[in-house]
C-alpha cells in the first residue's frame, strides 16, 4: 500500500483508537516505506486478538507469557515484576474506570490523590514506618539527596561524618564538601571496595550532625548486615539498591532515601523517608525543590511530581505486601543469592567474588573470570540464552549480577547452569 499525504505509515499505527478499544481486536497493517530515506521497503505489522486481550484482564499464569521475555541482570534501571507490568498494562488506557491513563491525569485530582496515598500506605505497612516520620515522592534520583541532605540538616561550618564503603558513598562524600565539612571516618577505596569495618573501631567525630552510609553498594557489591550506631547525631542511609528487600528498623535512621529503579518502580521516582522532626531547617540558599519542609507541607505535590512512576511504585508495594510483606521477600532473596554465591564459591577459582563473606550483597553479585579474556566471550553467550546485562560497572569490570526482589529464582538458576556448562567447556 502506498503512502500518501493522507495516509502515513504513523496515521496507521496512531490512528484515534474508538471507545470500544478496537486495537485489541484481530487486525493486521502492513505498511511498505519507500521514503527517500528508506532504499529498501520494509514491512510493518501490528496485530492482537480478542484472546490477548482476555489474557491481560485474567492475568494467566507467567510461564505462559513469558517466551520474549529475557531475564534482565541489570542494575538499574531494573527489572520489574510481571503481574505488575501485566497490571500497569491493563490499566494504561483507562485506569479503572476513569476514562483517563495516569499519565493523563492532573496530580491535584482526585484519581492521582488516591494512587499516591495509596502508594505510601502500603509502603508505611512494608517498612512498619512510625507515624513521626514524614513520606517523600520527590525526582533527581538519589544522588540529588547528596546535596539535599546536608542543605536541610546542617550548617555550613558544622562536621558530618561519612562512612565510605563504595563509589556511591564516596560521591555523596564530594557533593557534601559544597555545602558543609564532611569527614571520611573510614574508607575501603585501598582495599578496593570489598569489605565493611568493625563499628566499635570507628573514630566518629564528637560533633558530628550525622553519620552517613551506603546501606548497599551497588556497584562494588558491599552491603550492611547490620548498622552503626553515631555517638551524636543522626543515621542516614542511602537504601537505593536494597530499599524494600528485607526488612529494617526504620527508627534507627534519621534519614533513609532511595532511587526507585532499582527494587520498586521505574526510574524517576526518589523516596526520602524522614524524621519529621529533622523537617523545616533547611538554608535559605537551598533550592526550593530540595527544602524538604515545602514537600512535606504539600503531600509530595509541591509541583507536578512523577505520576506515572509514583504509580508503578504503588503496585510493587501492593505486590510485595501480597507475598508476605518484606519478611518473606528477604528469604527469598537470600535463597537466590545463595545459590549464586555457592556457584562461584564451589568453582574451583573459576569465578571469583572479591567481596568479604560476611557482607556479600544480596541485591548486587560481582565476580570475575579466573581467566579474564574469556569475561567477553562469557557476556555474549550469556546473552545468546537471554540472560543480559551481565557486564560489569565500566569502573570495575568483570560481570554483575543483580538478583533484584524481581528476579525470579529460575533466572537465577538458569544463570547457575549457564555457569556450570560455561567452566565445563572453558576450565
Not at 227 to 252: E, H, Q, T, W
Not at 287 to 297: C, G, L, N, R
Not at 392 to 400: A, D, E
Request: proline content about 5%.
Amino acid at each position: 500500500m502506498a503512502t500518501t499525504a493522507s495516509t502515513t505509515p504513523s496515521s496507521l499505527i496512531f490512528r484515534k483508537t474508538p471507545k470500544n478499544q478496537s486495537f485489541l481486536k484481530p487486525e493486521s497493517v502492513s505498511v511498505a516505506l519507500t521514503a527517500n530515506r528508506l532504499a529498501k521497503p520494509i514491512s510493518l505489522s501490528c496485530s492482537a486478538t480478542a484472546a490477548s486481550a482476555t489474557q491481560i484482564q485474567d492475568r494467566p499464569p507467567i510461564q505462559n507469557q513469558s517466551q520474549d521475555r529475557v531475564f534482565n541482570f541489570a542494575a538499574g534501571p531494573a527489572t520489574l515484576p510481571e503481574n505488575v507490568l501485566f497490571k500497569a498494562q491493563s490499566e494504561l488506557y483507562d485506569w479503572r474506570g476513569s476514562g483517563m491513563s495516569v499519565m493523563e491525569m492532573s496530580h491535584r485530582g482526585k484519581e492521582f490523590s488516591s494512587i499516591i496515598q495509596k502508594a505510601e500506605a502500603d509502603l508505611r505497612a512494608l517498612l512498619k514506618i512510625p507515624e513521626d516520620y514524614a513520606v517523600l515522592f520527590l525526582q533527581g534520583g538519589a544522588t540529588s539527596q547528596f546535596a539535599a541532605i546536608p542543605l536541610n540538616l546542617c550548617k555550613a561550618d558544622e562536621t558530618v561524618d561519612y562512612l565510605v564503603t563504595g563509589a556511591w558513598g564516596d560521591k555523596a562524600f564530594k557533593e557534601a564538601q559544597k555545602y558543609c565539612k564532611p569527614k571520611v571516618i573510614w574508607s575501603g577505596k585501598s582495599e578496593k571496595y570489598v569489605r565493611i569495618p568493625a563499628f566499635d573501631g570507628l573514630e566518629q567525630s564528637p560533633d558530628a550532625k550525622y553519620l552517613h552510609i551506603c546501606a548497599n553498594e551497588t556497584i562494588h557489591g558491599v552491603e550492611f548486615k547490620d548498622y552503626p550506631v553515631p555517638k551524636n547525631g543522626l543515621l542516614i542511609a542511602d537504601m537505593s539498591s536494597n530499599f524494600c528487600s528485607k526488612p529494617v528498623d526504620v527508627r534507627k535512621f534519621g534519614l533513609i532515601y532511595a532511587g526507585a529503579q532499582k527494587n520498586v518502580g521505574p526510574s524517576g521516582v526518589t523516596i526520602v523517608i524522614i524524621r519529621k522532626d529533622l523537617i523545616g531547617n533547611a538554608r535559605d540558599i537551598t533550592p526550593v525543590m530540595f527544602d524538604y519542609k515545602i514537600h512535606a507541607e504539600n503531600n509530595s505535590l509541591y509541583n507536578t511530581p512523577p505520576c506515572y512512576g509514583i504509580y508503578v511504585c504503588g503496585l510493587v508495594f501492593e505486590d510485595l505486601l501480597a507475598q508476605g510483606g518484606l519478611e518473606e521477600v528477604e528469604k527469598r532473596n537470600k535463597k537466590k543469592a545463595e545459590l549464586l554465591y555457592n556457584e562461584i564459591d564451589e568453582s574451583k577459582g573459576f569465578y571469583r567474588c572479591p567481596v568479604e563473606k560476611s557482607v556479600r550483597s544480596l541485591m548486587n553479585v560481582p565476580f570475575t573470570l579466573e581467566k579474564s579474556e574469556l569475561e567477553a566471550e562469557f557476556i555474549k553467550e550469556a546473552a545468546k540464552e537471554k540472560m543480559v546485562q551481565l557486564k560489569g560497572h565500566r569502573s570495575v569490570g568483570g560481570m554483575r549480577a543483580s538478583i533484584y526482589n524481581a528476579m525470579p529464582l529460575a533466572g537465577v538458576e538458569k544463570l547457575v547452569a549457564f555457569m556450570k556448562d560455561f567452566q565445563a567447556r572453558h576450565a
